[in-house]
């Protein structure tokens, strides 16, 4: 019987594990061993040769390679930090002000902040290059209104990748804001009953009550943050091409520079095989911590 | 005679024919370019014209921005659905030849080319004595300044050495105004390392030197000190300074408003500058790149473009690609004696290099703005095309934008554009 029922699931699941197996594991197995050779994307995985951990040593080491490997990393892992830290807390504000539903225009609201997401980059892009301009663009203008000098945004080398953050977090705090209102209605209102005749006070309710019924709300908006952010490569394009000075260059967008403009499929792949490592360390690292909160 | 000995021979004859019938039947070719919209449909018309006596032949015309352009290439060139013909910078040409993407010219379309365009010109479209593009545009690099802003700074001349360079760029910068003397380029490749490199040449150094990065010598180190001392006394300013390959950004807009005195760039710029300015285009005018201490006389870098066929591509589409390309480039495609593609050229500012276009468009390139490009030309460098080309470009930007931004001391940024070139250019070759 249960031999029967364990062939009739693996019949049944057949389909779905092929199709991942073909789409998803083999693109990634495939990817793993070019980080292994020395392969040119315009030529044939025949001609590829074996360099063991030489493409690894190269983006690790102290050449143009390395050192520019390296920068993209660590603006990568800063663009992640601060668009998590940013968007993750605006959207539990942004979820607490629409979700309450006596208020005036928390449904408009509610479709503005969402608004943003589904506007295509390219268009958020032209606006947001022009918003950033130097000299004639709003923002600055703005600024000089309340006696604050031009700032050079996407100009300079410490500004730049922190106004695509900005321009990131502009355009996503919308759709997390929607998750963090989807998990405010899990809450039961009796809870919030039962404080406020106990005489907790707002403050009290949101930190006892709201944010820990959220954990897990947040740690799935967490999760696809850092997925989104890890895999931002659309604004560094379009606006900056990762300039000045390499400054917003990050992973996704030089992992396209070497293994497609040069051809340099090894070191493109020992690059993409490091971006899906750290991002397999940050999430399994962020559900270990989540998971010990829990059974404490 | 019987239906079934009627039947073989029909059929014997559809198979005799069949070969005919397929040559008979159209070719679409396809061209990948980097072009506007407005040049783009100049390009169109040109087909149109040459499917007139070539009814078989449907050319189509696809345009990507130029930041794209390698990229497309390389994920769409593999394949005999890519592109048939791409406009390619000199450049990239030796790793496309040695990736095969590309397909030589056939001997009649080379000795064409050999025959009727420089030899400068032929080499940088060839890759080991084959020839593997029909050239088309030249351009070449010049000092752009404002007379306007020179006369209220009262400088009667453009300047002619680094220290009259210096000088003239002190008079123009004006902090209250946010008007900088000299615009430097930052955030594209080419446009960084192009004015670098032109000022190098003047000053009687190269960027490689018989196959070897030579930026470790004096007068590669003077220019880096040129950059150093320009950056330090203010009269350039990098926050004025970002562009791309689509002339748009703080650098154009500063220079079409009047905020940037002067500035080194390439003829292709003409189109930009006059749909910026207007009127006031009347305002620009061109010299020769300054010379330096070590220098001998001014030079600057110049580069090629060619159209290239697919490898990939089919039998049929490659032939009607060079036929295509044959016409396109020749005397008899324009008018008054010029090609089609230097027709295109001319409409953008741009040099064609086919001797006999010069020739043709001789009154033109004597326009106030063009012909201090023309000058320029016969002492120009071209840039070095090398395997390897591209990344050792794309190196030497950043380690100038560092040294722009005071990063790195002009020092430092000499040492480390050396040791990255070596490097690059090592593995490359490997």
Redesign the interface.
């Known amino acids: 019987m249960a031999k029967a029922f364990r062939a009739s699931a693996g019949i049944m699941l057949a389909p779905a594990v092929t199709l991942i197996g073909v789409f998803v594991l083999l693109p990634m197995l495939l990817t793993i061993w070019l980080s292994f050779q020395d392969w040119s994307t315009q030529t044939p995985f025949s001609e590829a040769s074996f360099v063991g951990l030489g493409n690894f040593h190269e983006i690790f080491g102290p050449t143009s390679v390395g050192r520019d490997f390296k920068t993209a990393l660590l603006n990568t892992a800063i663009y992640t930090a601060l668009s998590v830290v940013l968007i993750l807390p605006l959207s539990v504000v942004f979820g607490l002000l629409v979700y309450q539903r006596e208020v005036a225009g928390g449904t408009a609201l509610r479709t503005v902040l969402f608004s943003t997401y589904m506007v295509p980059m390219i268009a958020v892009a032209l606006v947001w290059s022009k918003l950033y301009a130097p000299s004639e663009g709003p923002l600055n203008q703005l600024l000089g209104l309340v006696g604050i000098g031009p700032q050079p945004w996407l100009s300079s080398p410490r500004s730049a990748l922190i106004s695509i953050v900005l321009l990131n977090v502009w355009q996503q705090v919308g759709y997390f804001t929607v998750l963090a209102i989807a998990g405010l209605t899990q809450i039961p209102g009796s809870l919030y009953e039962a404080a406020t005749l106990d005489g907790a006070n707002g403050r009290e309710q949101f930190r006892f009550i709201t944010l820990p019924l959220l954990r897990r709300t947040l740690l799935f908006s967490a999760v696809i943050a850092i997925i989104n952010a890890v895999q931002v490569f659309e604004p560094v394009a379009l606006i900056t091409q990762g300039g000045p000075v390499g400054s917003s260059n990050v992973l996704t967008y030089h992992i396209r520079r070497v293994g497609i403009e040069r051809a340099q499929g090894g070191l493109g792949s020992a690059m993409a095989v490091m971006l899906m490592l750290s991002l397999i360390v940050c999430v399994s690292a962020l559900f270990a911590f989540v998971n010990r909160k829990d059974s404490e | 005679m019987s239906l079934a000995r009627i039947s073989k021979l029909a059929l014997a004859a559809a198979l005799v024919a069949l070969p005919a019938t397929g040559w008979a039947q159209s070719v679409n070719i396809s061209y990948l370019t980097h072009w506007s919209p407005e040049t783009v449909a100049l390009l169109e018309a040109a087909a149109k014209d040459f499917s007139t006596t070539h009814p078989n032949v449907a050319v189509t015309v696809r345009a990507v921005p130029f930041?794209d352009l390698?990229?497309t290439l390389?994920?769409q060139g593999?394949s005999s659905d890519g592109p048939t013909i791409g406009g390619i910078y000199d450049l990239w040409l030796p790793?496309l030849a040695r990736?095969?993407?590309v397909a030589p010219a056939p001997d009649a379309v080379a000795n064409e080319v050999k025959s009727a365009w420089p030899a400068g010109v032929v080499s940088a479209a060839s890759v080991g004595g084959t020839l593997y593009g029909i050239p088309n545009e030249i351009d070449v690099y010049a000092l752009n300044y404002n007379k306007e802003l020179f006369k209220k700074a009262g400088i009667a001349a453009p300047p002619k050495t680094w220290a009259e360079f210096k000088d003239a760029a002190a008079k123009l910068t004006d902090k209250d105004k946010?008007q900088q003397g000299f615009g430097m380029i930052?955030?594209?490749a080419a446009g960084v390392v192009h004015p670098f490199a032109s000022l190098l040449v003047s000053n009687g150094g190269n960027l490689v030197k018989d196959g070897k990065p030579a930026l470790d010598s004096p007068q590669a180190g003077e220019t880096f000190a040129l950059y150093e001392d320009l950056i330090k006394s203010g009269v350039s300013n990098?926050?004025?300074?970002?562009a791309?390959a689509n002339t748009t950004g703080?650098f154009l807009?500063?220079f079409v408003?009047g905020?940037t005195g002067m500035i080194i760039m390439a003829n292709w710029w003409e189109s930009a500058l006059k749909t910026g300015m207007g009127d006031k285009f009347s305002q620009v005018a061109t010299a020769p790149i300054p010379v330096g201490p070590s220098g001998d006389k001014p030079h600057s870098i110049s580069y090629s473009w060619m159209t290239v066929v697919n490898a990939k591509a089919g039998e049929a589409e490659q032939k009607a690609a060079w036929e295509f390309l044959a016409w396109l480039n020749s005397p008899k495609s324009g008018k008054n004696g010029a090609s089609a593609m230097s027709d295109i050229l001319m409409s953008m500012g741009i040099l064609p290099s086919r001797t006999s276009d010069i020739e043709a468009h001789k009154d033109k390139l004597g326009s106030e703005f063009l012909s201090g490009y023309v000058s320029v030309l016969a002492d120009a460098r071209p840039f070095p095309v090398v395997l390897g080309g591209?990344?050792f470009s794309?190196?030497l930007q950043?380690t100038l934008?560092?040294l722009?931004?005071g990063?790195v001391s002009a020092k430092d940024a000499q040492a480390n554009a050396q040791?990255?070139a070596t490097?690059?250019l090592e593995r490359a070759a490997k």
Do not use: V
């Open positions: 930041g390698l990229t390389r994920s593999g790793e990736d095969k993407l946010g930052n955030s594209w990098p926050a004025m300074a970002t791309d703080p807009d500063n408003s905020k591209q990344e794309e190196s950043q934008e560092a722009q931004y990063q040791a990255d490097s690059i």
